[in-house]
Nanobody, 114 residues
Framework: QVQLVESGGGLVQPGGSLRLSCAGS????????MGWYRQAPGKERELVAS???????NYADSAKGRFTISRDNAKNTVYLQMNSLKPEDTAVYYC????????WGQGTQVTVSS
């Protein structure tokens, strides 16, 4: 069975940090480009960051300088380190592979509020 499970979200103060994890059941996570997405209520799902198999990264303008995507191919896991969080970062965060058969996970809620 192929699945992805996101974790690590929660409630944090503005300026705080969270580290999200995305664990996959198959080795497709270690082979293909992986991306972190987020979706806020009433808004389209947007790509936040991506990372290739060999570690090349790309970020949305809103994430540059604050977020860092990384991966551990041996563990089929992708991470998103989020620093200097802002209220506008509040969303459900998802991960997905570039592999055509990649599912969406259930997402993990990130809420930034004082």
């Amino acid at each position: 069975q192929v699945q992805l499970v996101e974790s690590g979200g929660g409630l944090v103060q503005p300026g705080g940090s969270l580290r999200l994890s995305c664990a996959g059941s198959g080795n497709f996570v270690s082979i293909y480009t992986m991306g972190w997405y987020r979706q806020a209520p009433g808004k389209e799902r947007e790509l936040v960051a991506s990372i290739t198999r060999d570690g090349r990264t790309n970020y949305a303008d809103s994430a540059k300088g604050r977020f860092t995507i990384s991966r551990d191919n041996a563990k089929n896991t992708v991470y998103l380190q989020m620093n200097s969080l802002k209220p506008e970062d509040t969303a459900v965060y998802y991960c997905k592979s570039s592999w055509y058969g990649s599912p969406w996970g259930q997402g993990t809620q990130v809420t930034v509020s004082s």
